[in-house]
């Protein structure tokens, strides 16, 4: 009886004023350490270094320690409305933030003025035009005037000759129909087909061969149709060339014949075709 007696008093009597004030000043203590815990666990989250790394460093190794002795595996997480307050912080200083603009300034920025303006279809001319297949523009040009279609400019280039040497195989079609003359040459003897056959474009070499022109006509360097396919390694041109009759003997002022010239720039498939034409040449004349 006396025992359950104590044990009851022991549990009633309330503590003295000492006894009191020491219990506060724990639960305070343990209150700001666990509010510490808290805030550092925050910090880390969000990416805040505002604090010194010293005092992160002894705040996170005192906290490693006081898991290690309750067992814990990992840092306190924050509380769900500790988060919602640093995030509602958070886009409030990105609302006050003022918008980033482009660094990249234009030219009326830089104070910079436009010299000259780019050419227009009303601006170019006719050799151009037809340098650059711009049919219904061209028509426009020739229905204004006569003999426009085999104008010469200052290089002697006649629309005909500027549309070969760009490959605009339309054009040249309708300014042959329009009348165009295929046997014009340049000051320099420049012609429409040596042209294209430089370029390589062999439906205009032979729509202008069906106009009889002359299949071994040469320029001021001596440099003929033939010539300029092989230089410019074009078979089909070369195989078209050699099959309407080009002279295979022909030489440039540098002493090179289509062969020669083959052999010096290792046009090796461009050879291969003047040896076959070669060779139906020599059986040609056996049958004779």
Not at 25 to 52: F, H, I, Q, W
Not at 74 to 80: C, T, V, Y
Not at 215 to 235: K, S
Not at 253 to 259: E, F, H, L, N, R
Request: charged share 30%; net charge negative; aromatic share 4%.
């Amino acid at each position: 009886m006396e025992g359950e007696e104590a044990s009851t008093r022991l549990v009633e009597t309330p503590p003295n004023d000492e006894d009191a004030q020491e219990l506060q000043k724990k639960g305070e203590n343990e209150a700001k350490g666990a509010a510490s815990t808290e805030e550092l666990a925050v910090r880390r989250d969000t990416g805040d270094s505002s604090a010194p790394r010293e005092h992160l460093r002894a705040d996170q190794d005192r906290t490693r320690l006081d898991h290690r002795d309750s067992g814990a595996d990992a840092l306190p997480k924050p509380s769900a409305a500790w988060r919602d307050k640093q995030r509602s912080t958070n886009l409030s200083a990105l609302d006050s933030f003022p918008l980033k603009h482009s660094n990249t300034l234009t030219n009326r920025q830089r104070g910079n003025e436009v010299s000259a303006l780019p050419a227009t279809l009303d601006t170019l001319s006719i050799h151009q035009l037809a340098a650059q297949g711009e049919l219904s523009q061209l028509k426009e040009h020739l229905w204004k005037g006569e003999n426009l279609v085999n104008k010469p400019d200052e290089r002697g280039f006649t629309p005909l000759i500027w549309a070969a040497a760009f490959g605009e195989i339309e054009t040249v079609r309708h300014l042959l129909e329009w009348g165009a003359d295929p046997h014009t040459l340049a000051k320099e003897r420049e012609s429409a087909l040596s042209l294209a056959s430089m370029g390589g474009y062999t439906d205009i070499v032979i729509m202008l061969l069906e106009r009889n022109v002359d299949i071994n006509i040469y320029d001021w360097n001596g440099g003929t149709p033939l010539l300029y396919a092989v230089r410019g390694n074009h078979v089909k041109c070369v195989e078209a060339l050699l099959a309407r009759g080009a002279d295979l003997t022909t030489e440039a002022d540098s002493g090179y014949t289509p062969m020669d010239l083959a052999v010096a720039l290792g046009h090796k498939k461009v050879q291969q075709v003047i040896e076959n034409h070669i060779l139906k040449l020599f059986q040609r004349k056996a049958l004779e």
